[in-house]
């Protein structure tokens, strides 16, 4: 799975949006099911994959998007956001039939930010 450069992590992780962009975080900080890697879309358009201690970090146009995490079920989450705002989603593993499953949720501020500098930042494809 390629990753970011430090520096693209350091500069995620002070946590800065701009004001007329909003600003999505989708980590898994998780070690299990770490063998398997996840793909996560934003917006219909394949983002990469996740591994376990890894996060994505997208700015973008304030408004609706979907993001979804594909595995063994596909689990997606509708936001809404504000100008100038951060949103946190927790991408959990969980245990599946065949393969691992996931289940995004929306953290508050301070459960993922910590989740996030839990992680290292993985390459978007966006």
Partial sequence: MPMDSMDSDHASKQFNT????SSIYLYRNENF?????????????VAGQTGPKTYFHWV??????????IAENTSTLILNTKPGESYYIWQ????????????LQQMDTPTGQAGVLECKKAHSNL
């Avoid at 099911?33 to 358009?45: E, F, H, P, Q």
């Avoid at 245990?95 to 996931?102: C, D, E, K, Y």
């Fill in 60 to 69: 973008v146009d304030p408004g609706q998007h979907e993001i979804s995490s």
């Fill in 92 to 103: 959990e593993v969980k245990m599946g039939l065949w393969m691992a499953r996931s289940l």
């Fill in 18 to 21: 701009p004001p007329d962009k």
């Fill in 33 to 45: 099911g770490g063998a398997i890697l996840m793909t996560v879309t934003l917006d219909g358009r």
